[in-house]
């Protein structure tokens, strides 16, 4: 099976976004006020740019179609049901 890197499910946006708190040197009051936007905002972007991360981290060598679920459900794009929902159809249809 193909190893999984964490980098792999990083999106340009995410990898922007991770560049620029590092030149910003870690400071988030910082990182708002380039993009505009309230702490909590970019707090927020953190929190799931770190649960994507760890997603991919904890889940292995699996599959890649349960990978990207897990990723949009760190990412906030899917809802918890809608995730439970997709990999219970995906694993009655992969044995």
Same mark, same amino acid.
């Given at each position: 099976?193909k190893?999984v890197?964490w *980098? #792999?499910? !990083?999106?340009d946006?995410?990898? =922007?976004?991770?560049?620029?708190?590092?030149l910003h040197?870690?400071? @988030?009051?910082?990182?708002a006020e380039s993009y505009?936007?309230s702490y909590?905002t970019?707090?927020?972007? *953190? #929190?799931? !740019?770190?649960d994507?991360?760890r =997603?991919v981290?904890s889940?292995g060598p699996?599959?890649?179609?349960? @990978?990207?679920?897990?990723?949009?459900y760190a990412?906030g794009?899917?809802?918890?049901?809608t995730?439970?929902e997709l990999?219970e159809a995906?694993?009655?249809?992969?044995?």
């Amino acid at each position: 099976m193909k190893t999984v890197y964490w *980098l #792999d499910f !990083l999106d340009d946006e995410d990898r =922007v976004f991770m560049k620029r708190f590092i030149l910003h040197s870690g400071s @988030l009051k910082k990182l708002a006020e380039s993009y505009g936007v309230s702490y909590p905002t970019v707090r927020l972007r *953190l #929190d799931r !740019l770190i649960d994507k991360i760890r =997603v991919v981290d904890s889940h292995g060598p699996r599959d890649p179609f349960e @990978l990207l679920l897990r990723t949009k459900y760190a990412e906030g794009r899917i809802d918890e049901r809608t995730l439970k929902e997709l990999l219970e159809a995906y694993e009655g249809r992969n044995p």
